[in-house]
């Protein structure tokens, strides 16, 4: 029996009923000290929100070190795992509660870790959300430094009420620029 390749198959739609577990989206309970918002909206190329994405994140604690702590999928309540994941509305909304990553190696930028899921892709999309501050570590960042300027500012987020606002473009002339790791 010869065995012939088919083509891959896109995800979804069942990311808002099928992943998500209580406590995904809060990192830390809304509210408590030190907690800001990370927030945003997945749009597709004609400036549509996505509905039933699923964006993940990652990030270091405030002192720039990495969680190891076990809890992501059953959260305590008090454990920073420094791993999260929101699915998105009917408008591709999502929204995070979490702490201010610290940069994780000095003369680097601080920034969470994202990853999003959506039908229409075969695989998914990882891209970074710098926290917006310092001009010159954002500057000297060896990622966004190895970009065109034009297109660094859609990897850094904006302040907003409480926090952070990060929109992710998946296509257009705004796109948000994503990554490729070796075997992605």
């Given amino acids: 029996m010869t065995l012939l390749a088919t083509p891959g198959q896109t995800v979804g739609p069942f990311f808002h009923y099928g992943l998500p577990y209580e406590g995904d989206r809060d990192l830390v309970p809304p509210g408590s000290p030190g907690s800001v918002a990370l927030?945003?909206?997945?749009f597709d190329g004609a400036g549509g929100g996505v509905q039933d994405a699923l964006v993940e994140i990652w990030q270091t604690r405030p002192d720039g070190t990495v969680a190891h702590s076990p809890g992501s999928l059953r959260r305590?309540?008090?454990?920073?795992?420094?791993f999260g994941r929101a699915s998105t509305g009917?408008?591709?909304?999502?929204?995070?509660?979490?702490l201010v990553p610290g940069p994780s190696e000095p003369?680097?930028?601080?920034?969470?870790?994202v990853t999003v899921f959506a039908r229409g892709l075969l695989h998914r999309l990882f891209?970074?959300?710098y926290v917006p501050?310092?001009?010159?570590?954002?500057?000297?960042?060896?990622?966004?430094?190895?970009?065109p300027a034009e297109r660094r500012q859609t990897l850094i987020a904006a302040r907003g009420e409480r926090g952070f606002v990060f929109d992710i473009h998946l296509q257009g002339a705004r796109?948000?620029?994503?990554?490729?790791?070796?075997?992605?």
Avoid at 90 to 98: E, L, M
Avoid at 175 to 184: A, M, N
């Fill in 127 to 129: 891209t970074r959300a």
């Fill in 76 to 82: 305590d309540g008090w454990a920073f795992t420094g």
């Fill in 39 to 42: 927030r945003g909206q997945v």
């Fill in 107 to 113: 003369g680097k930028a601080a920034f969470f870790a």
């Fill in 90 to 98: 009917r408008d591709g909304q999502y929204a995070f509660s979490t």
């Fill in 133 to 147: 501050g310092d001009g010159a570590e954002l500057a000297a960042d060896p990622l966004l430094s190895s970009l």
């Fill in 175 to 184: 796109e948000t620029v994503f990554l490729r790791f070796p075997g992605h």
